[in-house]
């Protein structure tokens, strides 16, 4: 649960570096489940655009923060990760070591 959680709490901290873990939990969360839900209301009509588009950005801003934060820990460049695709494997790397 700490997982979904900390992006929100560092949603504003992008110097600070994220777990692979951390990345991974929040990202499967927002796509196979807080997506859907969202798709499966607007579908109904139970959430309007401004709703949704809410909704959208409320999620969105998080995971970009954590995504520059992942990409702090593995020392990345921050500006691949706006590229969809490439930022999931630029986040999948492991962390490199300090030497």
């Not at 949603?11 to 777990?19: L, M, P, R, V």
């Not at 929040?26 to 209301?41: E, H, Q, R, T």
Request: charge should be positive.
């Amino acid at each position: 649960m700490k997982y979904l959680i900390q992006p929100f709490q560092n949603i504003f901290n992008i110097s600070g570096k994220a777990t692979l873990k951390e990345f991974w939990v929040f990202f499967v969360f927002y796509v196979f489940l807080i997506s859907p839900v969202i798709g499966f209301a607007r579908g109904l009509d139970l959430l309007g655009d401004n709703i949704t588009l809410a909704l959208r950005i409320v999620f969105l801003f998080p995971f970009i923060t954590l995504g520059v934060r992942r990409l702090n820990e593995t020392k990345f460049n921050k500006w691949p990760f706006l590229i969809p695709i490439v930022n999931l494997v630029l986040a999948a790397f492991p962390p490199k070591e300090n030497i």
